[in-house]
């Protein structure tokens, strides 16, 4: 994404055009920027070529799935919705590995018909109940132990997940003793130990500490793990300038941990994969200067990216066209629901804006479109793949008549 011209591009297509075409909120992909990210993805481990599995969550769009999926990529999928959009991408079962703390017997009757690579059950009760349901089955099915490393990934805590207060994993205690039901059990191979601390993590050290702690237990269990699934959370940068992980100092740390287990590692990438990839495109419909504040009333909102008002997330915010014309006053940018938490960012020192300017919001790729609401009823965006000067509709825009 650059100026040319003073206009924004993707690849090779303006912003202005995009929003004269498909009209506003839209949001678009740039399909460089992905075939760059897995392909950088991939050089930074590539000594020990682990098995990548795209995070589902982040970007549940079929069409960007399949593009991810021809790049070999596998996936981590967290309910029966997203192992069957999965599969609809034609994503190999044998590289898809279901997560989450609350799987249903039906989800997990489900992934076992499917032949999934692994399980990753989170509680005893889970592995209870997979091995009930392979038995009636009369199946031996691969799973793995999410482990709770109690690990602050320092991120925020909204998004932590490797601490003894959350919900994820078992704790070691519970691991050891899992380790000889699954040992006993006829129907329940144990291949896989699983850890996912958070996202976002900008910082290599927490992933250092989680590794040290899944090397000790492993060390205790005697247990030959084939996998093990250290999961997702690499950071990206939102803010220009701001810190970046160290992929060179975190392979060093798997290397290191490898010489000592040999085994296959797992990760299960979102943000890292699709989150600079992505673009919201909006319009101002009003500009309102109240006594106190002054706002940018976008078409897009809450509904449309809900990160801002979740977890407080900032979004990069450029205008489609640069003017030189600077306005002194600090702007509010929000979206048009009845909530006040319906806000996007604040800025100052922003070029003069006019109703009707494009502006677009960077860095939504993921955990946009696949935490967006019809909240207010409103419809959900049209998403867009942007190859070179090719646009592609890879979702339809909602109308108000799918949701009557
Ligand atoms: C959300 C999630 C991921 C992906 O996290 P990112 O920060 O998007 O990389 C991976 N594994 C599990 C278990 C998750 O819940």
Request: include cysteine; charge should be positive; hydrophobic fraction near 35%.
């Amino acid at each position: 994404m650059k100026y040319i011209k003073k206009k924004l591009i993707i690849d090779k297509v303006k912003i202005e055009d995009i929003a004269r075409k498909f009209n506003t909120p839209t949001y678009c992909y740039s399909y460089a920027q992905l075939k760059k990210n897995i392909s950088d993805f991939k050089k930074n481990f590539k000594s020990f070529s682990p098995l990548i599995c795209f995070a589902i969550k982040s970007n549940t769009n079929l069409n960007l799935i399949r593009e991810i999926q021809k790049f070999g990529l596998g996936a981590d999928v967290v309910s029966m919705g997203e192992l069957m959009m999965a599969l609809k991408a034609g994503i190999n079962p044998k590289k898809i590995v279901f997560s989450g703390v609350g799987k249903t017997s039906k989800e997990i009757s489900y992934a076992i018909d499917k032949k999934i690579l692994l399980i990753n059950a989170e509680s005893k009760s889970e592995i209870n109940e997979i091995d009930r349901i392979a038995k009636i089955k009369k199946k031996k099915v691969q799973i793995g132990i999410r482990l709770n490393p109690n690990t602050d990934a320092k991120t925020l805590s909204q998004i932590s997940t490797g601490k003894k207060e959350n919900k994820f994993g078992v704790n070691e205690k519970e691991f050891l003793k899992l380790i000889s039901y699954c040992q006993n059990s006829k129907n329940i191979n144990l291949e896989c130990l699983s850890v996912h601390i958070g996202s976002q993590i900008l910082d290599h050290k927490p992933y250092e500490k989680m590794l040290n702690v899944v090397d000790k237990i492993i060390v205790k269990t005697k247990h030959k793990f084939k996998f093990i699934d250290i999961g997702g959370g690499m950071g990206i940068s939102y803010e220009k300038g701001s810190k970046k992980l160290n992929y060179r100092k975190y392979n060093i740390a798997i290397k290191k941990f490898l010489k000592r287990h040999s085994t296959k590692i797992i990760f299960e990438p979102g943000r890292s994969i699709v989150g600079d990839v992505g673009y919201l495109i909006s319009k101002v419909i009003y500009i309102k200067e109240n006594e106190k504040k002054n706002f940018i009333i976008l078409d897009a909102a809450m509904n449309d990216l809900m990160r801002p008002a979740l977890y407080g997330a900032n979004h990069k915010t450029l205008p489609s066209i640069k003017r030189s014309r600077i306005s002194k006053k600090t702007y509010e940018f929000v979206g048009p629901i009845c909530e006040s938490t319906d806000k996007f960012t604040s800025l100052k020192k922003f070029q003069k804006l006019y109703e009707k300017d494009i502006v677009v919001m960077c860095d939504v790729g993921a955990y946009g479109m696949s935490l967006s609401s019809n909240y207010n009823l409103r419809p959900k965006p049209v998403e867009l793949l942007i190859k070179g000067s090719k646009i592609r509709v890879i979702k339809k825009r909602q109308k108000h008549s799918d949701l009557m």
